[in-house]
């Protein structure tokens, strides 16, 4: 199925990849009461995972460029969830961004920044969201950066 959004994305060069399946006892979205909810995705880049830490071997771009790849793996839940339907995003609600990081690392927006300008970029007005971006010492399988999404939809 094609629309507005899958246009924007091709426009934007952008290629969904499958969406990633759930690594243990959860599931990788969730649809309840006009809202679409995005267990938090993990940055892969063409398949390999953005590990280490923010303020110890990643810099503010290196993180930004993960929280893309986050971004990316939200866009591809969104579309599995939707049935192929992108055009049924009503708005971006909230993104939770969580940033692995050294203790005195303090850029954490600046890196979920590279989740909130994509979905602004391909959603336009409707990608305009509210935001937490958490610095943590860990996160899974030593992903730099996991994020998180409550979407609004259309039936």
């Known amino acids: 199925m094609t629309g507005l959004i899958d246009a924007r ?7 969904l990849p499958e969406p990633a399946a759930a690594v243990a006892s959860y599931k990788p979205y969730v649809i309840t009461g006009g809202l679409l909810y995005i267990s938090g995705q993990l940055p892969f880049a063409d398949g390999t995972l953005i590990t280490g830490k923010l303020g110890d071997r990643l ?18 839940q969104m579309k599995a969830a939707l ?3 992108l055009d049924r995003v009503e708005k971006v609600v909230k993104l939770g961004g969580f940033v692995a990081s ?10 979920v920044n590279g989740t909130s300008d994509l979905m602004q970029k391909v959603f336009g007005e409707k ?3 509210a935001r937490s971006a958490v610095g943590v010492p860990v996160l899974p399988l030593d992903a730099s950066v996991e994020v998180d999404a409550i979407i609004a939809i259309s039936a």
């Not at 994305?9 to 290629?15: D, R, V, W």
């Not at 810099?59 to 591809?76: E, P, Q």
């Open 9 to 15: 994305l091709k426009e934007l060069g952008i290629t």
């Open 59 to 76: 810099d503010v771009t290196a993180g930004f460029n993960a929280a893309y790849y986050c971004g990316i793996g939200l866009i591809a």
């Open 83 to 85: 049935d192929g339907d």
């Open 102 to 111: 050294t203790a005195d690392f303090t850029d954490q927006p600046k890196v």
């Open 127 to 129: 990608g305009e969201h």
